[in-house]
Structure formats: C-alpha cells, structure tokens
C-alpha cells in the first residue's frame, strides 16, 4: 500500500470525500415514516373496528363465540350472503367480459375521440356511489325511461349500477397492461397461419391474464362493498352484508350479529386482497413488456368491439346521468329551475336541517381536510413501501403492512363509522368537527398509497445510490430523486382523495350531526323524504355533488399536468461531473400509475 494511505480511510476517485452516514438519522427517520402512520391506523382503524367486534364477540369480558352459530343459522343471514356473493359475481363477471374489449379499443387502438371516449369510461368510477344510485333511480323508476320494466329496486338495477361504477377501473387496468405487450408474438403467431381469434386466445390473453385477475378482484372487492349504491337504489328486497350491518346496528342495536357479519365480511376481503395482491406481483413480473408500443390503425376486425364499447359508454355510462339531469330539471310534469333554486331551503316540510348548499360548503372543507391528511399519511407509507428491503424478515414486514394498508378499502365503512361512534366517545372526540375529516381519511389513505406507489417504485435504487456516493444526505435524497416523482404523481392522488372524501357516505352517515350534514347524507335523507318537492331537490343535489366531484378531479389533474411539464423538482446533487441525472433503467420500465394499477377504487372506489 502507498505510503501515507490510511488503510482506514475510503476514497471517492472523481468526486469529493464521501462524508460520514447519519445513520442513527436516517434509522430515526425511517422508523417515523413507518411509525406515525401506522399509529394513525391503529388509532383511528384498528381500534374502532376491533371495539366493534369485541362488543358482540365478548360476554363478561370473556370470548363467546356462540353469535356465530346463533346469526349463521338464520336464514335471512344467508340469503344475504349469498345476495352479495352474487351481486358481486355477477357485476364481476359483465366488467371483464365488456371490459377486454373496451382494453383492446381504447389502449391498442388509435382512432379520432379515443381521448373522449377514454374520459367518458374513466369517470364513473370516481363519482359517488349515492350519486350512482340516484341516476339509476331516475332512469329505472316509475315515471323513468325505464320505469315500464319494473327494475327499481330490484338485483338486476343494482347488476347494472356495480358495472357503471366498475367498467372503466377494468378497461384501465387490463388497457394499462395491454398496451405495453410486446406486439411480436402475436405478429409471429398470425404469419403461422392463426385467426386473429386464436392468436388472441393463445397469445395475448394468457399474457394479460394477471391483469384480468388484478382487475376482477378488485372490481369484485368493490361490488361487494357498494353501501351507498345498494341502500339508495336496492330499497327492501335487496340487501348485502354492508347494509345488513347497519340494519343490525342502527335499528335493532344487535352488535352480536353486526359483528359476526362484519368477521365474514373480513374473512372475503382477506381472500380476495390475497388474490388481487398474488395478480399484481405476477402482473408487476411484466412478461414481455416494451414502453415504444404505438397503437394500430382502427380495422374493419376491430368494429365488434369498437360498438360494444361505444354501446356501453353510451348506454350504460352516459345514459343514467343524462337522465339524472334531465329529471333535474323538471317537477310536476314540466319544465323548471325550481329543483334547483328550492336548494337554497330546508325542503318541504323541513326535511333537512340545513340547506343544500350549506351541505355543499360543509363537504368541501371536510374534503379537502381528509385529502390533506390522507396525501400525509399515504405519502409516507409509499415512501416507506417503494423501497425494496434486502433482508428476508424485513421484505416479509413490508409485505404484511402493504396488506395492512389496504384493510380500511375492504372493512366496511358503516363498521368503520360505528366503530368511531362507540369508540373515540370515550375521548370527546365524537362532539369535534374533525370526526368526519379523519373518518374519512382513513377510508382515502388506501388510494393514495396505490396511487403514489408505482411512481416511487419506478425509480431505479441506482439513482439514489449515485446521490449518496456523490454526497446527498438522506433528505436531499428524498428531495431530489423521490420528490419530483412523488409531485408528479400527487395531482391524482389528491384528486382520489377528495372525491373519496367527498363522496363518503358509510361512515358519515353515522358521524353526522345536524350541524355538520354532509351533501351525501342530506341527499339521502331528500331521497328518502316523501313530497315532490324533496323528490326533485334530491335529484338536483345529486347533480350538484357529481359536479363538484369532476370539477376538483380536473383541478387536480390539470395541477399535475402543469407540475409534470414544468417541474423538474429541486436542484440534483451535483458530482464532479454534474448533476445525477434521473434515467431509469431500459430493462426496469415502470408500472403504470394510479390505483387501477394495483390491488387497490379506483375505489373506490371507492365506496
């Protein structure tokens, strides 16, 4: 060894000396990221949820497991269980056989309007499911372009609805997948002599088979959870496990059944995440995935699916809010504004407690509140969640809390809403505005998280490992590699946030006072109030809150437009020669973005 050399000593050959590591720091750091959001979960998630089933799971402080068998032989518990398992099979079912197609047609496809047609088939998913509700109210009640069939209130209505809200979520997520297949196998298989039939059937789909696993499981996930849907447009003869559990709870008081309902419903979302998150690993593996795949030309062998899709977006999608709008705007048998100007009243004979717009006011500060607090909590947890442990218990961990996250997507929200009503009593925290902003927080931090993950995670690690040779601390780090993926990716999550916020109807039907109305819970309450008048104002309220919910998810769309073209993020550290620069990896292409991306909603969905 030269002379004068410390042996000790490491040296950087092109760059300035590598300082010492922080490592008790950045250890620190890391150990909040993790440690703060799962207290929040824990506080605001676990512990309600878990009070909720130990009051019908506990006699006398001990474990009495005899509700199970008491509640599981009823009949009525079964026909309830077999009407959700059913309902949610069924609009499982028509979202991927009219999905596929829709994939083929808007994501391999290049046509004019495709861009229309892609928004038209995206929003539904987004709006919420008591606004969904209503529209299909109007189109199959008495009076409705549909009312001479007799569906309202019937499974066949609700079918209809679960594959409004749930279409576009699989059109995505299978489009997403299919439109980086590498092209060549199927070319191959068709100068071998396959019909465009087989090579489909041979080639392609098993290729996008685990992302058809991913989107069916969560499109079941979500058909399954639909509260406010099924309650607005189901009435008595058709029910679920979420709106049984609110039966039980807030009409007989019976925490036994609602806790062994809400156990099996646990018991089905845990299966059906195993399923979502095993499809998601095998679909994240990419076969062959390529990024330069353009899309063909329209041909004469693509007009099957082209009409059903456009068959399906206008029919199924554009149809019920048309309908929506136009029942808005009319009382009596004519033509009027006076649903619309009556929103400033408390309705007929004082049906609300507070004004619609009023509610109005109310659900855009509780929103945009929950969407603060969830884009924290959920930014976290993402950033913890992309990094890629190498010890074997701790890849494991973060196995376990990338489930754990999801939980709050699947355990339903009126569980969620009674577990806080019984729970945060005991604190005085029921009696503060902030009850309804953190209910409904919980219910969004899932989709941020799935919304932020795949941008983190298409970051190659050599990145931040060229900024920490060339000296970046920790937090630099995070601010010049993370950051500018993490803001380019924010826009849509904030937007999923507030108009999951928005939306939420579960947990706040039960946290609601009669100062803090929300619009969802004054639009049922309008809905379910008898008179014309109240009728009308329901219809206008549910054209009013569909409104609000597209208008702030292009704000935050149109945001992260701007931030993606404008921004480059902070300052790169600079090494000897220039700044590290971010290019991912050719053999590492990134997942596609958003919740439709992964075991997660579009929830929604959320729901």
Request: hydrophobic share 55%.
């Amino acid at each position: 060894m030269a002379a004068g050399l410390d042996p000790g000593r490491r040296l950087v050959s092109r760059g300035r000396p590598r300082g010492p590591r922080p490592g008790w720091a950045q250890g620190t750091g890391w150990a909040l990221a993790v440690a703060l959001p799962l207290g929040f979960l824990a506080l605001l998630f676990a512990w309600p949820v878990a009070t909720l089933l130990a009051r019908g799971l506990l006699v006398d402080g001990a474990l009495d497991l005899s509700g199970f068998g008491e509640v599981l032989t009823r009949e009525r518990t079964w026909r309830i269980i077999r009407q959700t398992l059913l309902q949610a099979a069924a609009g499982t079912a028509l979202c991927v056989v009219l999905g596929v197609p829709g994939a083929l047609v808007l994501y391999r496809r290049r046509f004019p309007g495709a861009g229309v047609l892609r928004a038209i088939v995206t929003v539904p998913f987004v709006l919420p499911t008591v606004v969904v509700g209503v529209a299909f109210h109007a189109l199959v009640t008495t009076g409705g372009p549909l009312g001479p069939l007799g569906l309202d209130g019937t499974m066949s209505a609700v079918v209809a609805a679960l594959v409004f809200f749930n279409y576009g979520l699989v059109v995505r997520m299978v489009g997403t997948m299919w439109s980086r297949l590498d092209p060549r196998a199927v070319e191959a298989a068709r100068s071998l002599g396959a019909s465009p039939w087989r090579a489909f059937r041979t080639v392609t789909l098993p290729s996008l088979a685990p992302a058809i696993a991913s989107a069916a499981s969560l499109a079941f996930l979500f058909c399954a959870t639909a509260y406010g849907l099924v309650l607005v447009l189901g009435g008595t003869g058709v029910g679920t496990i979420e709106t049984e559990i609110y039966v039980l709870t807030a009409q007989y008081l019976d925490l036994r059944g609602a806790a062994v309902l809400s156990a099996v419903q646990l018991v089905v979302i845990a299966g059906v995440l195993w399923v979502s998150e095993r499809a998601r690993r095998r679909s994240e593996a990419a076969l062959r995935l390529r990024l330069d795949v353009a899309p063909s030309r329209l041909g004469a062998a693509d007009a099957p699916a082209l009409a059903l899709t456009l068959l399906v977006a206008l029919g199924l999608l554009v149809a019920p809010m048309v309908v929506l709008v136009l029942r808005s705007l009319r009382r009596a048998g004519r033509w009027t504004l006076a649903n619309y100007t009556d929103l400033g009243t408390t309705g007929q004979r004082n049906a609300l407690t507070a004004t619609v717009w009023q509610a109005a006011a109310q659900s855009l500060q509780v929103a945009v509140a929950a969407a603060a607090i969830a884009l924290a909590v959920g930014a976290a947890l993402a950033l913890v969640l992309s990094r890629r442990p190498r010890p074997p218990w701790l890849a494991r961990a973060s196995a376990l809390l990338d489930a754990a996250v999801m939980l709050p997507l699947g355990v339903s929200a009126v569980t969620v809403g009674f577990g806080f009503l019984i729970t945060l009593s005991t604190v005085g925290l029921t009696a503060s505005w902030w009850i309804l902003p953190l209910a409904q927080a919980v219910v969004a931090v899932p989709l941020v998280v799935r919304t932020l993950l795949p941008a983190l995670r298409a970051i190659d690690p050599r990145q931040r490992e060229a900024a920490a040779a060339l000296g970046a601390g920790p937090g630099r780090v995070l601010a010049t590699i993370d950051g500018p993926h993490l803001l380019r990716a924010a826009g849509l999550a904030a937007g999923f946030a507030l108009a999951t916020s928005l939306g939420e109807f579960g947990a706040t039907s039960f946290l609601a006072r009669p100062t803090t109305q929300t619009l969802p819970v004054v639009l049922y309450r309008l809905i379910g109030s008898p008179g014309a008048q109240n009728q009308g104002m329901g219809l206008a309220a549910g054209v009013v809150l569909a409104a609000m919910t597209a208008a702030l998810m292009i704000v935050c769309e149109q945001a992260q437009n701007r931030w993606a073209a404008a921004g480059r993020g902070p300052a790169l550290p600079r090494g000897p020669r220039g700044p590290v620069r971010r290019t991912p990896r050719p053999d590492s292409p990134p997942a596609p973005s958003g919740p439709a991306s992964a075991s997660t909603k579009s929830t929604k969905e959320s729901s």
